[in-house]
């Protein structure tokens, strides 16, 4: 390994960006190396339990995902303003850590580009389908990721549709910290089990997720399943009404039920149609916006689940669910699926690459 590295960290509130990023600074952490973790305060906790050391924004505007869309109503340009106040808070931290590498997360393009013109190895944080980038914003992530000296992608290779990446890319598969210990357990083990579960942080307009999380309770309240729905930060399990088959809890680890469930319905977030596809679990994808309407395609252009319209009534949200868990051929193509990625290299390849980039 060579000496320990002094390692600095840049990120933001955006929900399903962090867990990768978690586990990689735990594991680096581990190998011996000190990692300084640039980000918003209230990712202080867990970066700080993963074993980074947390440096709050100084002069980047404060967001939680979990109280609110924190964009607002022109998501990209909003990013694009947050991403320029990181960019100096980045190299103000640079200037005093004096760090041996900078490691970017890829939806802050303008730092990810700063970091590489301090002629600091640059390492960019693919946390999200790099084929989604190729035409996005007119390049304007592309670019950055392309430019750093090593991309890490947290994806399956299988599931990116990235033909034209560049050789920096490297696949490493997905990543989480360890799950926190849980107490769910199931209710109904003899019926199929239905997960759903729409983001950790709040999609779309206000009221817009809450009112979705209302229409699949209602959907799957007539059918005889067993039900877990996730709300995550922003919803309260009381602020829904389910059926009795119907299990609420603000979060539950996605790779504890998947283990046992037969389907998964999802926003289709990155993070958590790559733990359905290494849990061979079908999907229905219900994408509001972002990458996400990318991300169900890929899934469905594998014959690994279907898109449904977000704003799609209860009773259509019933009935794919029960198309879905009839559908024998799909949980064969899916469980193939699992096989085949499950021989993707894993965090040790991404560490080894990180340790390669000494300046």
């Known amino acids: 390994m060579g000496q320990p590295l002094r390692l600095l960290v840049a990120t933001w509130d955006g929900a399903g960006n962090l867990p990768p990023i978690l586990a990689l600074v735990n594991r680096l952490v581990h190998r011996g190396h000190a990692v300084h973790v640039l980000a918003h305060d209230v990712q202080k906790d867990r970066i700080e339990a993963a ?24 998501p990209l340009a909003s990013l694009l303003e947050l991403d320029r106040d990181a960019t ?32 600091r190895p640059t390492v960019a944080l693919v946390h999200a389908l790099y084929g989604a980038f190729i035409g996005f914003a007119g390049g304007a992530f592309r670019g950055p990721i392309d430019e750093s000296d090593l991309a890490l992608g947290f994806t399956y290779s299988a599931l990116d549709d990235a033909a034209s990446a560049r050789p920096n890319l490297v696949f490493v ?3 989480r910290p360890p799950a926190p210990a849980t107490h769910w ?26 009112a979705l999380l209302q229409r699949v ?3 799957l309240a007539t059918l005889d399943i067993e039900a877990l729905i996730t709300t995550g930060r922003g919803i309260a399990p009381e602020e829904l009404i389910a059926g009795p088959s119907t299990t609420l809890h603000r979060f539950v680890p996605h790779e504890v039920v998947l283990a046992q469930a037969n389907l998964l319905i999802t926003h289709a977030g990155h993070g958590s149609v790559t733990a359905a596809l290494a849990a061979g679990v079908p999907m229905l994808c219900m994408p509001p916006g972002g990458d996400q309407p990318f991300n169900a395609a890929r899934v469905a252009q594998l014959g690994l689940g279907v898109t449904l319209d977000p704003a799609a009534p209860s009773d259509h949200i019933g009935e ?13 193509r899916s469980q193939a699926f699992a096989t085949l990625v499950s021989r993707h290299p894993g965090l040790d390849l991404a560490v080894e690459r990180v340790e390669t980039l000494r300046s």
């Open 173 to 175: 598969g997905p990543a």
């Open 88 to 119: 100096n808070d980045l190299l103000a931290a640079c200037d005093r850590l004096g760090p041996d590498a900078l490691l970017v997360d890829c939806m802050l393009p303008g730092t990810l580009s700063a970091a590489k013109r301090t002629g």
């Open 51 to 74: 074993g980074g050391t947390f440096l709050g924004f100084d002069t980047t505007a404060q967001i939680d995902h979990g109280r609110s869309q924190p964009l607002g109503a022109n």
């Open 217 to 219: 309770c209602d959907g």
């Open 185 to 210: 357990a199931r209710r109904r083990p003899e019926r199929p089990l239905v997960m759903a579960s729409l983001s950790t942080g709040l999609q779309g307009k206000p009221g817009t997720q809450l």
């Open 320 to 332: 794919a669910v029960t198309r879905l868990l009839a559908d024998e051929d799909l949980r064969r």
